[in-house]
């Protein structure tokens, strides 16, 4: 799978949990658990609840997703 293959939507943070790992409400109502990405986590960028983030999804697991910016 390449980079052209992912879903990229925009949600808000719902609840964080252990791990670095977040509940996510994307466009629709739908809730899926999404992790920080490597440059986030190297980067030491702080997510909250309540902040908006851009996500990538791969189209094979709808339930699950990568957080790869966070925005003010």
Do not use: C
């Not at 925009?10 to 790992?21: C, H, N, S, Y």
């Amino acid at each position: 799978m390449s980079k052209d293959d992912v879903i990229e939507t925009e949600g808000v943070v719902i609840e964080a949990m252990p791990g670095a790992t977040f509940k996510v409400q994307i466009a629709g109502g739908h809730i899926i658990t999404a992790y920080l990405s490597g440059k986030l986590w190297k980067n030491y960028i702080h997510v909250y609840e309540g902040d908006t983030v851009k996500l990538e999804m791969s189209p094979y697991d709808l339930t699950r997703g990568r957080i790869i910016w966070r925005s003010k």
